[in-house]
């Protein structure tokens, strides 16, 4: 029988491999794509858009629990399961309406992993399929932790989906999804306990702004054990029994469910990727500055399964942007990443851009810190917001700001700001000149810097 054949096969139905799709059929290329799961890939189903519609509710909570007695009488409570069905207003049609999207484009839709077989040639859905470029654009999925009674984890997908939230949860990992997840649980009422092997959460942003948030994460209920060692996880009658070691002493604590939020994988088990020369590392597929395979120039890689930047939405929207281009035009574009922030939509959110204080130090030979405690100016006072604190590093020699990172109700907003000024290899100066509205969060970059 003869092959399939088509100029552009993608692998992964995210913003990445839809980018790629889509681009490549307008332009007039034959293309199908492949995805094992719902169609539309994690950030909408699964990822950013789902938890911030959940969020939203706890936003509100947490705006009017700090304005009790101050303007507002009643205490407010969540009812889960009524924003449960909230949410999925914004999830259920996901999947049909990316595919019709798809479809309509001329595209052609396979529901399954494909194969490599060779360099050129994949397996999928009992055909064997030859491809001028093939993309994979997989992202990433929960690391599975070697501890007996692994199975009992639940993941991200679980906690996003729960009908009923459980009295009490524990969650294996402080970074930013365990983080944002256990603010929601603890605010919506539950018992909420994070374990993790290092001494702090977050270990990639500032560990001064991390410190206030921990606080503050305490106050709203949630415990945290660090420098903790998992052992296992067993099934009780109700409860599982989670077992750790800390200090050289075993422990252990009870929870209705307990979720695995110990970090992300790339999604390549089921690849084959070696049957088609395409090499991979621990941070995902090796590609080049064009995105294309290191091992085989028919193989782009983009979004979160590349090995390079951070596994983020908007820079998986731009890899998958380039490698259209690369495929479309020949490789004539290299990513140039832009600093990336990136925010953890605690409440308060914790947000970041450019260089740590560490590594400015080490970029530069002199740094400027602009550093303070932001809860008595007017925003936050005007919302008594109880945390607000910043930290923004400029280059001494030119007074540009190189890093800025900020705990603030809206630092998720504010630091576009710092984004685009970054980028711009803006000054402090030239930040203060710029006129902003007032009174509004935006402003105050002015006097952070
Ligand atoms: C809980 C959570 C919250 C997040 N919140 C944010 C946030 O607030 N902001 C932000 O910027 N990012 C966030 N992210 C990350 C964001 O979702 C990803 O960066 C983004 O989805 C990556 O897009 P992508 O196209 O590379 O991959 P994905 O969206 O992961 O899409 C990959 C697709 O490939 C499919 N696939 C996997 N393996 C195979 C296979 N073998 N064969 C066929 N198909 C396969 C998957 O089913 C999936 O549909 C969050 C992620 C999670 C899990």
Same mark, same amino acid.
């Given at each position: 029988?003869?092959?399939?054949?088509?100029?552009?096969?993608?692998?992964?139905?995210?913003?990445?491999?839809?980018?790629?799709?889509?681009?490549?059929?307008?332009?007039?290329?034959?293309?199908?794509?492949?995805?094992?799961?719902?169609?539309?890939?994690?950030?909408?189903?699964?990822?950013?858009?789902?938890?911030?519609?959940?969020?939203?509710?706890?936003?509100?909570?947490?705006?009017?629990?700090?304005?009790?007695?101050?303007?507002?009488?009643?205490?407010?409570?969540?009812?889960?399961?009524?924003?449960?069905?909230?949410?999925?207003?914004?999830?259920?049609?996901?999947?049909?309406?990316?595919?019709? %999207? /798809?479809?309509?484009? @001329?595209? !052609?839709?396979?529901?399954? =992993?494909?194969? &490599? +077989?060779?360099?050129?040639? *994949?397996?999928?859905?009992?055909?064997?399929?030859?491809?001028?470029?093939?993309?994979?654009?997989?992202?990433?999925?929960?690391? %599975? /932790?070697?501890?007996? @009674?692994? !199975?009992?984890?639940?993941? =991200?997908?679980? &906690? +996003?989906?729960?009908?009923? *939230?459980?009295?009490?949860?524990?969650?294996?990992?402080?970074?930013?999804?365990?983080?944002?997840?256990?603010?929601?649980?603890?605010?919506?009422?539950?018992?909420?306990?994070?374990?993790?092997?290092?001494?702090?959460?977050?270990?990639?942003?500032?560990?001064?702004?991390?410190?206030?948030?921990?606080?503050?994460?305490?106050?709203?209920?949630?415990?945290?054990?660090?420098?903790?060692?998992?052992?296992?996880?067993?099934?009780?009658?109700?409860?599982?029994?989670?077992?750790?070691?800390?200090?050289?002493?075993?422990?252990?604590?009870?929870?209705?469910?307990?979720?695995?939020?110990?970090?992300?994988?790339?999604?390549?088990?089921?690849?084959?990727?070696?049957?088609?020369?395409?090499?991979?590392?621990?941070?995902?597929?090796?590609?080049?500055?064009?995105?294309?395979?290191?091992?085989?120039?028919?193989?782009?890689?983009?979004?979160?399964?590349?090995?390079?930047?951070?596994?983020?939405?908007?820079?998986?929207?731009?890899?998958?942007?380039?490698?259209?281009?690369?495929?479309?035009?020949?490789?004539?574009?290299?990513?140039?990443?832009?600093?990336?922030?990136?925010?953890?939509?605690?409440?308060?959110?914790?947000?970041?851009?450019?260089?740590?204080?560490?590594?400015?130090?080490?970029?530069?030979?002199?740094?400027?810190?602009?550093?303070?405690?932001?809860?008595?100016?007017?925003?936050?006072?005007?919302?008594?917001?109880?945390?607000?604190?910043?930290?923004?590093?400029?280059?001494?020699?030119?007074?540009?700001?190189?890093?800025?990172?900020?705990?603030?109700?809206?630092?998720?907003?504010?630091?576009?700001?710092?984004?685009?000024?970054?980028?711009?290899?803006?000054?402090?100066?030239?930040?203060?000149?710029?006129?902003?509205?007032?009174?509004?969060?935006?402003?105050?970059?002015?006097?952070?810097?």
């Amino acid at each position: 029988m003869k092959n399939k054949e088509y100029d552009v096969f993608v692998i992964g139905s995210g913003i990445a491999g839809q980018t790629v799709a889509m681009n490549s059929s307008k332009a007039g290329l034959k293309v199908a794509i492949a995805d094992i799961r719902e169609f539309g890939g994690v950030c909408a189903n699964r990822g950013c858009d789902p938890k911030k519609v959940l969020l939203g509710a706890t936003e509100v909570l947490e705006a009017a629990q700090n304005l009790k007695g101050k303007g507002i009488r009643k205490e407010l409570k969540i009812d889960w399961a009524e924003l449960q069905k909230y949410k999925q207003n914004f999830t259920k049609a996901v999947p049909a309406s990316t595919e019709e %999207k /798809l479809r309509d484009a @001329g595209i !052609k839709l396979y529901h399954q =992993s494909p194969k &490599f +077989l060779d360099k050129d040639m *994949l397996f999928v859905e009992g055909k064997t399929i030859k491809a001028n470029k093939i993309v994979v654009a997989t992202g990433l999925v929960p690391r %599975k /932790l070697a501890v007996k @009674g692994g !199975k009992h984890f639940k993941t =991200s997908d679980d &906690f +996003l989906n729960l009908k009923k *939230l459980p009295k009490k949860i524990v969650f294996i990992g402080a970074g930013y999804i365990g983080m944002e997840f256990a603010h929601m649980a603890a605010r919506a009422g539950v018992d909420v306990t994070i374990i993790d092997v290092e001494k702090r959460p977050l270990t990639a942003f500032d560990p001064d702004l991390v410190e206030e948030l921990t606080k503050y994460s305490k106050k709203i209920g949630i415990d945290f054990v660090f420098g903790a060692q998992l052992q296992s996880v067993k099934k009780l009658r109700k409860n599982f029994k989670v077992a750790y070691e800390k200090d050289g002493k075993s422990n252990s604590l009870k929870a209705r469910m307990v979720f695995n939020t110990a970090g992300r994988v790339p999604a390549i088990s089921e690849l084959d990727l070696e049957k088609g020369s395409v090499e991979f590392n621990d941070n995902g597929i090796a590609v080049n500055s064009y995105l294309q395979s290191k091992t085989n120039k028919n193989v782009y890689a983009c979004g979160d399964v590349s090995d390079n930047g951070l596994p983020l939405t908007p820079l998986s929207g731009r890899e998958g942007y380039v490698v259209s281009k690369n495929i479309i035009n020949g490789n004539q574009k290299k990513l140039k990443t832009p600093v990336i922030p990136s925010v953890v939509f605690t409440l308060p959110n914790l947000a970041s851009v450019g260089y740590s204080e560490e590594e400015a130090k080490k970029r530069y030979k002199n740094i400027l810190i602009k550093e303070g405690n932001a809860k008595n100016w007017f925003n936050a006072k005007r919302i008594n917001a109880p945390c607000y604190r910043y930290k923004i590093i400029l280059n001494e020699r030119t007074e540009e700001i190189v890093g800025a990172h900020i705990l603030s109700p809206e630092a998720g907003e504010t630091i576009n700001i710092f984004a685009m000024a970054i980028n711009q290899g803006m000054t402090a100066d030239e930040l203060q000149g710029t006129v902003f509205t007032y009174p509004s969060w935006v402003n105050d970059v002015k006097s952070m810097v």
